[in-house]
């Protein structure tokens, strides 16, 4: 009887849900990310969930297990949104927009490159001293870009290394 309702509650408020898309306009959109040790860029194989408005693109990650890693705050944080046609990042593709991130002298020029942000150290030193005393702590960048940190309990070094996760963004109609 209990698992009836609890059926028919999840129906009921899956019809007022607007269903989830993952692209827009025939484009996707995925997370990169700049490793200074690998002095190279990271691409995301997820795709970011998207929700469309008349005005704005709303792009996130809803579990951390599509996207969590270290971040050394010691180092700035470099972080861009890709777009891509609607089909499947192929890993040559993914390889051909790593290498054209590598060499380029101005990401934002890129035309596969729709959002791109650039952390300061003294913005990850404020977060960190933050997450001394709270479990997560969030940064939101002036290009619209949304991004969750907490603890990286699997440091040797607590106040150097944080965790980022669960990155969103949002773009605007008259943005890239």
């Not at 700035?76 to 777009?83: D, E, G, N, P, S």
Request: with cysteine; proline share 2%.
């Amino acid at each position: 009887m209990i698992k009836n309702i609890l059926i028919y509650i999840n129906i009921y408020m899956l019809k007022n849900v607007i269903s989830p898309i993952f692209s827009v306009n025939n484009e996707s959109y995925y997370f990169a990310i700049y490793i200074p040790s690998q002095e190279s860029w990271f691409i995301c194989n997820y795709k970011f969930l998207l929700t469309k408005s008349k005005t704005t693109l709303l792009g996130q990650y809803i579990s951390s297990l599509w996207f969590k890693m270290k971040i050394n705050i010691d180092n700035f944080l470099q972080i861009a949104i890709i777009k891509h046609p609607e089909s499947t990042l192929t890993i040559s593709q993914k390889q051909r927009y790593i290498n054209l991130l590598n060499i380029s002298d101005d990401i934002k020029e890129l035309d596969f490159v729709a959002v791109y942000s650039n952390i300061s150290t003294d913005k990850l030193e404020q977060l960190s001293l933050s997450l001394q005393t709270a479990q997560t702590g969030h940064l939101e960048t002036s290009e619209g870009v949304h991004l969750s940190f907490c603890k990286n309990m699997y440091s040797n070094n607590l106040n150097k290394n944080i965790a980022l996760y669960c990155p969103s963004f949002y773009l605007s109609n008259n943005t890239k």
